[in-house]
């Protein structure tokens, strides 16, 4: 069964700094992109950054282009974000999720609904 895993979340403060984890088991990451989607109580699903697997081409949303990195772990299977300067604004659940079709984060952003693989979500509390 594939399966994607994210971990990492928790409670941190302003202007610290978070990896997120998301790990695949049933399959590999080779054919796919991996994204990064956020949302947060009451707003719709924001789609962060996305890695094409294959060549570890990185694509991010203008909104936080500069703090949010993408990486990946190829002998883990792994997609890694790293948030830096965190924000109370950056509090959401952030989902990861995995597709052979679209790579790119304004198609995977706009096709979410048909994603192929999704995580059951990590949440992010930024507070002081």
């Known amino acids: 069964q594939k399966k994607l895993v994210e971990s990492g979340g928790g409670l941190v403060q302003p202007g610290d700094s978070l990896r997120l984890s998301c790990a695949a088991s049933?399959?590999?990451?080779?054919?796919?992109?991996v994204a990064w989607f956020r949302q947060a109580p009451g707003k719709e699903r924001e789609g962060v950054s996305c890695?094409?697997?294959?060549?570890?081409?990185?694509d991010y949303a203008d909104s936080v282009k500069g703090r949010f990195t993408i990486s990946k772990d190829n002998a883990k299977n792994t997609v890694y974000l790293q948030i830096d300067d965190l924000k109370p604004e950056d509090t959401a659940v952030y989902y990861c999720?995995?597709?052979?079709?679209?790579?790119?984060?304004?198609?995977?952003?706009?096709?979410?609904?048909?994603?192929?693989?999704w995580g059951q979500g990590t949440l992010v509390t930024v507070s002081s």
């Open positions: 999720a995995a597709d052979g079709t679209y790579y790119t984060m304004a198609t995977m952003s706009s096709h979410y609904r048909y994603l192929d693989i």
């Open positions: 049933g399959f590999s990451f080779d054919d796919y992109a």
């Open positions: 890695i094409r697997y294959s060549d570890g081409w990185p």
